[in-house]
């Protein structure tokens, strides 16, 4: 892992979080909904997200690209990084898996779906 390709902040409140990142810190709005906002950061996404009861207000999720995920998981889980979740196809064009740090900071590693 390289790079930090986006990190996703959980929110109590979307508008008010919105009007933060973006009339506040002045960050560059790239695409908003009630259910997931990105602002553009040079590289990087901020994105925000509804807080629930797994991922309280207030608390963040990192997100790293990866080449050839399923070795990675393999290599973490040996070295006995706790996995959210296994390695899996999503619907939007990537295969990703959760984990936590050694604190229970949540982490994706995420790779383009194979065409």
Not at 32 to 43: D, I, K, R, V, Y
Not at 55 to 61: D, M, R
Request: some cysteine; hydrophobic content about 40%.
């Amino acid at each position: 892992m390289k790079k930090l390709n986006y990190a996703i902040v959980f929110v109590s409140d979307m508008t008010r979080s919105i009007q933060f990142y973006r009339d506040v810190l002045g960050l560059p709005l790239k695409f908003e909904s009630p259910h997931w906002t990105e602002f553009a950061n040079e590289g990087s996404t901020l994105a925000l997200h509804p807080a629930s009861a797994e991922n309280p207000a207030g608390t963040c999720q990192l997100g790293f690209p990866v080449e050839g995920l399923d070795a990675v998981h393999q290599r973490l889980a040996a070295q006995g990084v706790k996995v959210v979740m296994a390695p899996r196809t999503e619907q939007y064009g990537i295969r990703q898996a959760v984990y936590a740090d050694p604190d229970g900071l949540r982490f994706t590693l995420a790779e383009p779906t194979k065409k």
